[in-house]
């Protein structure tokens, strides 16, 4: 099963040598073994910590095997730091960024990204997720607490992941929908305004003609009148 190391792995190896004197290799299978082997670690990661460790004397050397094994010991400083790290709560700054959480924040506000498909591949990679740790803990007996305790946290994180994602579907819906109705209502009310302005436009248009054609109408009758009685004048 494969994971993230997000915890301090330091502090992980500074739990297995309260219990006694390991080499590397030693270490890193026992701290697997404590977990379930949720978070496997990388051996060159293993040294590189001890290596720190030592530098700042929370662990020795405690000689070798007969296959030049080097063996590390937990120093007094070191148990204090160790429980020091256990009577410390975990604090929120002090868990890695959420990824999935920065993606979509990112998704949804870039033109073109498929937000909704995001979401279902997640989702389809959460739910094998919580299948693969449900297989593992089926499997640990009961004497195995440590790693049931590991596996049951990731079954946990996984069924809340998958809840999110459905959260996070049901918005974005929701949200286009109402982004999508807004703009309609705006389209409607500008179309409304143009053919409420339009209609006013042709009313004037039509009252000015009108008015012209009376003003025409009235201009000919009075100019025939005129020529009438000046006819008349003439005659007599």
């Given amino acids: ?86 009577a410390r709560p975990v604090t929120r700054a002090e868990r890695p960024r959420d990824e999935l959480a920065v993606k ?25 997720a919580l299948q693969d740790y449900t297989r593992v803990k089926a499997r640990l007996g009961v004497e195995e607490l440590a790693a ?27 949200h286009a929908k109402t982004v999508g109705s807004t703009a309609n209502g705006t389209a409607n009310g500008t179309a409304s305004s143009i053919a409420t302005g339009a209609a006013d436009k042709n009313s004037a248009a039509n009252k000015n003609s009108a008015a012209n054609k009376n003003s025409t109408a009235n201009s000919t009758t009075n100019s025939t009148a005129t020529s009438t009685a000046t006819s008349e004048g003439n005659r007599k």
Avoid: C
């Avoid at 070798?64 to 010991?73: C, G, I, K, L, S």
């Avoid at 079954?155 to 929701?174: G, M, N, P, Y």
């Fill in 1 to 86: 099963m494969h994971g993230h190391v997000d915890m301090s792995v330091k502090h992980s190896l500074l739990a297995v040598l309260a219990d006694g004197d390991r080499y590397g290799y030693q270490l890193r299978a026992e701290f697997e073994e404590r977990t379930g082997a949720t978070w496997p670690l990388n051996i060159g990661q293993v040294y590189t910590t001890l290596n720190r460790l030592e530098r700042d004397g929370f662990v020795e050397p405690a000689g070798q095997d007969a296959q030049n094994h080097v063996f590390y010991r937990i120093t007094e400083a070191g148990r204090e730091e160790l429980l020091s790290w256990f």
């Fill in 148 to 174: 049931a305790l590991v596996v049951d946290s990731m079954i946990f994180q996984s069924e809340a992941e998958i809840r999110w994602l459905d959260h996070v579907e049901a918005k974005v819906l929701r």
């Fill in 104 to 128: 979509l924040a990112l998704a949804v506000t870039v033109e073109g990204i498929d937000v909704p498909g995001i979401v279902h591949a997640q989702r389809k990679h959460a739910l094998g």
